[in-house]
């Protein structure tokens, strides 16, 4: 049996079939309001709290320059701090150079000192002798292993009118194997044998020596023989290596 509708359910069925449809569109829309309501409300909070959006970020602008100028002003300092590394390295290096200077010039000055001192001796002895004497003595070492450079400067006043000959020699006395041991030139010398010269003020000799593997030396006798029947000058020097 079918039942009939009539025209006051059919309206009532089509208002009932319509109303789902809207339903998400009023549910969004009251999301939305109570959102906005809470966004005023938050707003409005801050607000009576002293906090401006508007305010904060002026500030934030601020204090971004902020930062900005001070990290231009840092990189400015490195920059200073880095010319000042440059100019206090310069210094020290110019101060070192000036101070390398003075010590090459002190050693030039005490050198000439020494050479005016010799001089002097030659022409005003302070022991008025005036006859040959033996100025100074070096032991030099030379470039082979064992081998020396034996220097002897004699000397005799500047009022001596005539030249002086004369002959030097020397043996060099230490310890050979634990014993005792002197070594003359003619033994050690390594091309002279005996030192013949004649001068009027001064004079430099050399003879370089070599000495034997096991030999320690301790001691350096010369002998001065001038001509003419003169008595021979004998002096005994500790062997002493000189390196200036």
């Not at 920059?79 to 000042?84: G, P, V």
Request: net charge positive; hydrophobic share 45%.
């Amino acid at each position: 049996m079918r039942t009939r509708l009539t025209p006051t359910d059919t309206q009532r069925l089509v208002v009932r079939q319509s109303a789902p449809r809207r339903a998400p569109l009023v549910w969004g829309g009251l999301v939305v309001v109570l959102l906005l309501c809470l966004w005023g409300a938050f707003e409005a909070g801050r607000s009576r709290a002293g906090y401006s959006v508007v305010g904060a970020a002026l500030e934030r602008r601020a204090r971004d320059a902020e930062i900005a100028d001070l990290r231009a002003r840092l990189r400015t300092a490195d920059s200073s701090l880095a010319a000042s590394e440059v100019a206090r390295r310069v210094d020290r290096e110019a101060y070192a150079q000036v101070g390398k200077s003075l010590a090459d010039l002190q050693v030039r000055l005490g050198a000439q000192a020494q050479e005016l001192a010799f001089y002097r001796s030659i022409v005003d002895p302070s022991d008025q002798i005036s006859g040959m004497r033996i100025q100074r003595l070096q032991v030099l070492p030379a470039t082979a292993p064992r081998h020396y450079r034996v220097r002897i400067v004699l000397v005799q006043a500047a009022r001596q009118d005539a030249s002086t000959a004369a002959a030097v020699d020397f043996t060099v006395d230490g310890q050979l194997r634990g014993r005792a041991a002197s070594l003359a030139l003619a033994a050690i010398g390594t091309s002279s044998r005996v030192l013949n010269f004649s001068f009027r003020y001064f004079q430099e000799l050399e003879a370089e020596i070599e000495l034997p593997a096991q030999f320690t030396p301790q001691r350096l006798q010369v002998e001065v023989r001038p001509a003419k029947g003169v008595t021979p000058i004998r002096q005994a020097y500790p062997w002493k290596i000189d390196t200036t």
